[in-house]
């Protein structure tokens, strides 16, 4: 044992194991975000037509995300998911609609179209389109192709080295003393 070279470099290691340690759990919670839509405003009338496409076309969802529809009167508003963007655009019933503080996970690729059907708060602009990876390919071959599970086991891989080598560090540390 080199003694004090020896300990430097542990505490070295320590020092770059306290700046990595958080910053990969800052990762692991990127991997999957909750989006409330209209952030503050919620879900609601908007105050123009293209609030909620402004609001969507400000974020970059991946699969994995979720989007939460927030309103606080429950009769108030509603959520229902229609099937295409002809029937988006029609302010199409939905058939079945959703209450307050509802939840979706997005699972693929792809539009999903969500629309409020209480009175004409659709046609108001309380509907929001959310697109999953990018509307076209050429542009798709830019983007690094969203694949949340293959993200999870990486950063997974990747703390498990990190608790491997701190156990092998308080182990060297307990012999030293
Ligand atoms: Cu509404």
Redesign the pocket.
């Known amino acids: 044992m080199g003694g004090r070279k020896d300990m430097n470099m542990m505490i070295a290691c320590l020092v770059v194991m306290a700046v990595a340690c958080p910053s990969l759990l800052n990762l692991k919670g990127a991997t999957a975000v909750e989006y409330v839509v209209g952030d503050s405003l919620g879900?609601?009338?908007p105050p123009n037509t293209s609030f909620y496409s402004d609001w969507a076309a400000s974020k970059t969802f991946q699969i994995g995300d979720t989007v939460v529809f927030n309103?606080t009167e429950t009769w108030?508003?509603?959520v229902g998911e229609v099937a295409s963007k002809e029937e988006y655009d029609n302010c199409s019933d939905p058939g079945i609609v959703l209450g307050p503080g509802v939840s979706t996970e997005l699972k693929s690729t792809g539009s999903r179209f969500f629309i409020?059907?209480?009175?004409n708060?659709?046609e108001q602009g309380?509907k929001v389109i959310i697109t999953v990876g990018s509307p076209t390919t050429t542009s798709s071959l830019l983007a690094p192709p969203p694949s949340s599970s293959h993200a999870s086991s990486l950063t997974t891989t990747t703390l498990g080295s990190f608790v491997g080598l701190i156990s092998a560090l308080v182990a060297v540390a307990s012999f030293v003393a």
Not at 116 to 119: A, D, E, H, I, N
């Open positions: 879900w609601t009338v309103w108030e508003h509603n409020c059907t209480v009175g708060h659709c309380q």
